[in-house]
């Protein structure tokens, strides 16, 4: 190892403890998710944070302050930090709340337009993010591109006042529901060398004339999927996102909140909880133990790496590495629960029958987990951007 080869812990921020005015906060949302579960608003699910959508519930978070907590007051948020958002989202993901209608919105489309967006931008979308009726989906990923977001070919090409956007996305929740989405885009031919140069971001109405949504149902018949189309789609110039040329640092300036939020492994979590009530009362042998005890320690480190990025994000810092971490791990600790809960109990059908919850949420998440490391990244191309980071390649 070279003298200028990074370690692991290098690029992971140190770690953050949760400041005591928060314990507050989360009581007070537990409380409130109690309540929704006793009134039947709702069943827990996995992976809600895409397929749970849920307008209603959005609103409510919103009236209680709960959505835009880290846009500043001018805009229509509420002016408080990361972490304090954190205690939020950990405590609706734990409880598989249908959170997805304003997921993207609240967790990087407003960072982002607090951070690039110029100040129209922000009046237009943020106070409408923060009181949960705007919606915005996210335009990076395309056919035959995968994780590989240099490769992009949706391009947008100069006109009087705007842009002309041809070209098509792929796997945007929420498409058929969302109000807009960031676009990556080129605008302007590859670079010999450089080929994340000419890349741009473009803010597209989903509504807007030219746009064309088509479904991709998952294995379960629900929709959250879908491919976007563009047919000469125009895009005026206030609604360039940032500077024409600069897409590919902001899209992974963006990645940073995508890749490491709680989200990438309490996606199977109300299947965890679910799993440690149905063995309770049963006698596991000792390798079993050790199985499902390594399984709670490798959520309590995510958790601790993920605040810690959460602590990083809240003192301005972008740490894009850290992320790709987080997101790679969490991606298999999601994929361990399911395992772990398809090993450790059997259930005879007649008591699955009467105890519909826990199988519901293990059926629920086999045939969500196809889908786990699609977004944000497949784990093959976090890992290699993880390997960039320590100088291995």
Same mark, same amino acid.
């Given at each position: ?12 921020? $140190?770690?953050?403890?949760? %400041?005591?005015?928060?314990? +507050? ?8 998710? #109690?309540?929704?579960?006793? #009134?039947?608003?709702? /069943? $827990? ?16 978070? +919103? ?8 846009? %500043? ?33 609240? *967790? =990087? ?11 129209? =931008?922000? =009046? ?6 923060? #009181? ?9 990923? !395309? %056919? ?8 992009? /070919? ?46 741009? @971001? ?5 509504? #807007? ?5 088509? %479904? ?29 040329? @600069?897409?590919?640092? =902001? ?18 979590? $109300? ?6 009530? !149905?063995?309770?009362? @049963?006698?596991?042998?000792?390798? *079993? ?58 259930? $005879?059908?007649? *008591? ?7 199988? /519901? ?31 291995? /390649?």
């Amino acid at each position: 190892m070279t003298d200028t080869m990074a370690t692991l812990p290098d690029l992971v921020p $140190p770690p953050v403890e949760l %400041p005591e005015r928060v314990a +507050a906060l989360r009581a007070e949302v537990r409380a409130f998710l #109690a309540e929704e579960r006793a #009134a039947g608003a709702w /069943r $827990p699910r996995a992976d809600t944070w895409l397929s749970g959508w849920d307008e209603r519930f959005t609103k409510e978070l +919103a009236r209680r302050g709960w959505l835009g907590m880290t846009i %500043p007051t001018e805009y229509g948020g509420h002016g408080r930090g990361a972490l304090d958002r954190y205690v939020v989202t950990e405590e609706l993901l734990a409880a598989g709340a249908p959170v997805a209608a304003h997921w993207v919105a609240d *967790r =990087q489309i407003g960072p982002s337009l607090m951070r690039f967006g110029t100040e129209e =931008q922000r =009046q237009k979308f943020l106070p409408g993010i923060a #009181a949960g009726e705007v919606y915005f989906g996210i335009g990076m990923s !395309e %056919p035959d591109s995968g994780s590989d977001l240099a490769s992009v /070919r949706s391009k947008a090409d100069r006109v009087d006042g705007g842009w002309e956007l041809t070209g098509t996305k792929v796997w945007t929740s929420g498409a058929h529901h969302a109000h807009a989405f960031f676009a990556l885009v080129r605008t302007s031919p590859k670079e010999d060398g450089n080929r994340h140069a000419g890349l741009s @971001q473009l803010i597209v109405d989903l509504k #807007a004339p030219g746009v064309t949504i088509r %479904p991709i149902p998952l294995l379960t018949g629900a929709h959250h999927f879908n491919e976007v189309v563009f047919d000469q789609v125009f895009i005026p110039d206030s609604m360039v996102l940032g500077e024409i040329g @600069q897409g590919w640092h =902001q899209v992974t300036s963006e990645l940073a909140f995508e890749r490491s939020g709680p989200e990438r492994y309490l996606s199977t979590f $109300p299947l965890l909880v679910a799993l440690l009530g !149905e063995i309770s009362a @049963q006698d596991l042998d000792a390798g *079993r133990r050790r199985d499902l005890g390594g399984l709670v320690s490798r959520y309590w480190t995510l958790r601790r790496m993920s605040l810690a990025i959460a602590g990083a994000l809240d003192a301005g810092q972008a740490p894009e590495l850290a992320a790709a971490v987080v997101k790679d791990l969490g991606t298999r600790f999601e994929n361990e629960v399911i395992d772990a809960a398809r090993l450790l109990v059997s259930i $005879p059908p007649d *008591r699955g029958a009467r105890q519909g919850g826990y199988a /519901r949420l293990l059926a629920d998440a086999v045939l969500h987990a196809p889908g786990f490391t699609l977004r944000g990244g497949t784990n093959e191309i976090l890992r290699g951007i993880v390997a960039r980071g320590l100088g291995l /390649r």
